[in-house]
């Protein structure tokens, strides 16, 4: 089952008071760190929710794609706007956040669990938009990035499942997992109510066949899908 529909750019919707500067902004990070949880994570989830979000020139898609045990799609819901904030590193989820919550509250099943196409501790301020999205649903999250936001790492053994720790500022924010032997691997960091251990356990769940996340892949498809949608 998909959903497709459109934003006309409200984000009041989900603040009362959305930023307009990058100094609201933060405060509101600052605010909602303070209720990060680490754990309980669901002993067996059931559902699976891949975010994952497309820009065409001034527009965007946000897609949110539900994933059964056995990891076939049992439902989707895109959503199509405009970015609700202006491009300012380490503030990126105020931009997409509006649309994304939206297509939350299209599906007819909230998911166990939510997997996102970036960062969740492995931030700059420790609140990537795995962190943001799960404090404001109070929904386990985690991300699962291509690339590094912060931190080094040392490459990971060549076999699936070895990971060495991401560090930051002398914290361990994330991990770097190899999901497929000899294949690059990719970066992990927990969310809300979370553990890394838990979240790599989760990626390597997710990543029966290919690189990232069935979670992921499927909510790339789905944005990607609805953005040549409405070029046509």
Request: charged share 25%; net charge negative; with cysteine.
């Given at each position: 089952m998909t959903r497709i529909t459109a934003l006309d750019n409200r984000p009041n919707?989900?603040?009362?008071?959305?930023?307009q500067t990058p100094t609201e902004a933060?405060?509101?990070?600052?605010a909602l760190r303070a209720k990060l949880l680490d754990g309980p994570?669901?002993?067996?989830p059931t559902s699976f929710a891949g975010v994952d979000v497309a820009y065409a020139e001034d527009r965007l898609a946000a897609a949110v794609v539900v994933l059964g045990p056995d990891l076939s799609v049992r439902?989707?819901?895109?959503?199509?706007?405009?970015?609700?904030?202006?491009?300012?590193?380490?503030l990126f989820a105020f931009r997409e956040l509006p649309a994304v919550l939206e297509a939350f509250d299209l599906l007819?099943?909230?998911?166990?669990?939510?997997?996102?196409?970036g960062q969740g501790r492995a931030h700059p301020r420790r609140f990537g938009l795995a962190c943001h999205l799960g404090v404001l649903r109070d929904r386990?999250?985690?991300?699962?990035?291509?690339?590094?936001?912060?931190?080094?790492?040392?490459?990971?053994?060549?076999?699936?499942?070895?990971?060495?720790?991401?560090?930051?500022?002398?914290?361990?924010?994330?991990a770097l997992l190899r999901t497929r032997d000899g294949i690059k691997p990719v970066y992990v960091s927990a969310g809300h109510r979370m553990d890394l251990d838990t979240a790599c356990a989760l990626t390597l769940l997710l990543t029966p066949r290919y690189r990232l996340p069935e979670?992921?892949?499927?909510?790339?498809?789905?944005?990607?899908?609805?953005?040549a949608e409405i070029s046509l």
């Open positions: 919707l989900w603040c009362v008071d959305w930023p933060y405060a509101i990070q600052d994570v669901p002993q067996a439902e989707t819901a895109v959503v199509v706007g405009e970015p609700a904030f202006p491009y300012v590193p380490g007819t099943e909230q998911p166990d669990v939510v997997v996102c196409d386990p999250t985690l991300g699962v990035g291509k690339t590094r936001l912060v931190g080094e790492a040392d490459e990971p053994g060549e076999r699936r499942g070895e990971r060495s720790a991401l560090i930051d500022r002398g914290e361990e924010v994330g979670t992921t892949r499927a909510a790339d498809q789905a944005c990607r899908a609805a953005l």
